[in-house]
């Protein structure tokens, strides 16, 4: 499953994804035994080489004794359809039960949940990726004042309202220089967060020219913005 095909961030968080290891530690087995009353009878039968079992109860007990080992349960290979048909003799022989070996193959199954810590912040830029949107001169909720072609001074002053708690936008600020032969050039964006508070976005920021290393000639060309949970809101340029 992916992120973005759930409907709720508490589906997500939820979610439990099992993997297969296709093998079982020798220690998960052995303690799998010991709590199960298992490696007594295991042990007895090796205790008697006679028995029609000996072989296979003294290759598990070697097997879960060994820290490095473990037992292989993938039927492609010829290990793991070795250690599944001996799993089913211990069954037939009364060695476990049906339950004890389900019990014993489930050890192979790792249980994890991706997205427990997933944000509700992260999940809905998921869902719904937020994009970058111009600010412009009109009615729009969102506005820029002060904005042309002529020169500015150093400091720049962004203001936001919102009346949405917990609002918050990102402010992407675009320059441009002119070039001595009358041609201007567009240079690289600068970002500012906005973050909101608990009771509304409202924050102010003064920029300088050369916290970005710009040129003094340098003037804002446009700006833009992208941000969820956004109402009303008014972000201005004052000189």
């Known amino acids: 499953m ?7 961030l508490a589906e997500a968080q939820a979610f439990e994804l099992i993997t297969d290891k ?18 007594t009878t295991l042990r007895q039968i090796q ?23 473990f037992f292989g349960l993938d039927p492609t290979t010829a290990e793991g359809l070795g250690n599944l048909a001996s799993a089913g003799i211990m069954v037939d022989a009364g060695i476990m039960t049906d339950a004890q ?9 790792k249980s994890t949940h991706p997205f ?6 992260e999940f809905d830029d998921i869902r719904e990726p937020l994009v970058w949107t111009p600010c412009i001169h009109s009615t ?13 001074t ?4 962004f203001i936001s309202t919102a009346s ?31 973050q909101g508070s608990e009771d509304s976005l409202v924050v102010s920021k003064s920029l300088r020219r050369d916290q970005f290393r710009l040129e003094t000639s340098a003037r804002i060309l446009k700006f833009e913005y992208k941000g969820r949970n956004i109402t009303d809101v008014a972000i201005k340029v004052e000189q």
Request: glycine share 8%; net charge negative; no cysteine.
């Open 22 to 39: 296709k093998q079982v530690g020798s220690g998960q087995a052995r303690g799998f035994f010991v709590s199960n009353g298992i490696w």
């Open 101 to 109: 070996k389900d019990g014993l193959l489930s050890l192979a199954l």
């Open 164 to 194: 949405v708690a917990g609002a918050n936008a990102q402010v992407r600020v675009w320059w441009s220089v002119d070039n001595l032969d009358g041609t201007a050039s567009v240079l690289e964006s600068t970002q500012h967060m906005i």
């Open 47 to 69: 205790g008697d080489i006679t028995n029609p079992l000996f072989a296979l109860a003294d290759a598990v007990i070697v097997t879960a004794s060994d820290a490095s080992s």
């Open 154 to 157: 150093d400091k720049f002053k």
């Open 2 to 8: 992916q992120l973005s095909e759930f409907a709720t």
């Open 116 to 121: 427990a810590n997933v944000t509700q912040k």
């Open 140 to 152: 729009d909720p969102l506005q820029v004042w002060s904005v042309s072609a002529s020169p500015r």
